[in-house]
């Protein structure tokens, strides 16, 4: 994505595209360094004139593990979220929505909200030597990396690249000692 101009002083809109051009440059970052972690959000909706079955959604839309009544529900997708308030509007209600921030543990998966996910991606900034799993921080003191890989690691199909920045703690091999 290429990064738009520093928006001018006298601009209006300066605020929102000083926002996203930092959203652009985090995501940058993160795609060169793997360093800077996004804040990623989800919405908490709640409905009052109208009902919502899965069959909304697509399958992306919804995180799975969170509350998912006719009603009231986590969306992951402020798009479609916005669209059904606006139904629920429509029809009399006054339904709302307010985001909460997300993200899942790297080392075991359990979804994370508000502080919580807060938290995790304060110790994803710190550096790899400081996380307690090599695929990430611990969540909380129960936490265990289980995924089906070696090591509990995740198994993944997308192939191992290894940086031009040079491959940091692999835990195959032993971590110089300082
Ligand atoms: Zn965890």
């Known amino acids: 994505m290429k990064l738009p101009d520093y928006p001018k002083r006298d601009d209006p809109l300066r605020e929102p595209k000083l ?5 652009i440059i985090k995501r940058q970052r993160m795609l060169a360094f793997r360093s800077v972690p996004v804040k990623r959000r989800v919405w908490w909706v709640e409905l009052t ?3 919502v079955t899965t069959s909304d959604f697509n399958s992306r839309d919804l995180p799975s593990g969170l509350t998912f009544t006719e ?3 986590w969306c992951l997708s402020r798009r479609r979220a916005k669209a059904i308030l606006a139904k629920d509007h429509a029809q009399g209600g006054s339904g709302t929505m307010y985001p909460v921030e997300y993200r899942l543990c790297n ?8 502080p919580e996910a807060h938290q995790y991606r304060l110790k994803m900034l710190k550096p790899m030597a400081t996380w307690t799993y090599p695929q990430g921080p611990a969540c909380n003191m129960d936490c265990k990396p289980h995924g089906r890989g070696p090591e509990g690691r995740t ?3 997308t192939k191992h690249q290894p940086s031009s920045t040079g491959e940091r703690s692999s835990s195959q091999q032993p971590r110089p000692s300082v």
């Open 19 to 23: 926002v996203k051009r930092n959203q």
């Open 49 to 51: 004139s109208s009902s």
């Open 71 to 73: 009603t009231s529900f």
């Open 107 to 114: 080392a075991c998966s359990r979804v994370l909200l508000g």
């Open 155 to 157: 198994a993944t199909y």
